[in-house]
């Protein structure tokens, strides 16, 4: 996701609310909202419903991407660990239990007759 477009309606949603402190009393009690006012006020509301959208989008992007770091980290030590087994293998030893890196990765990809 692009951080300048959530910093941008960020900055947008706070110089709203700059301008909007700075304007209040100008209107009387009672008295109906200006035409100008109310489009500020819903202009306000609208970006921060999507101020709001984009940073729970961030986040769960954030746990996407945090989740496929982890899948490929176990892919990698099962990767090195399958080496290691191989190795056993072509020299004729003892063959290492499977380590839990192999076995998560056994659980991520589906098997095929086994």
Known sequence: ???????????????????????????????PLPDEEYAFRLFEQENAVELEDLQIGHSLQRAIDSDRVKEI??????????RIYALAVERGQALPERTAAQKALLKLTPQSGV
């Open 73 to 82: 980290r176990v892919k990698q030590l099962a990767a090195h660990d399958d």
């Open 1 to 31: 996701m692009d951080l300048s477009y959530l910093l941008n309606s960020q900055l947008t949603l706070d110089e709203i609310r700059d301008r909007s402190v700075s304007r209040k009393g100008d209107a009387r009690r009672g008295t």
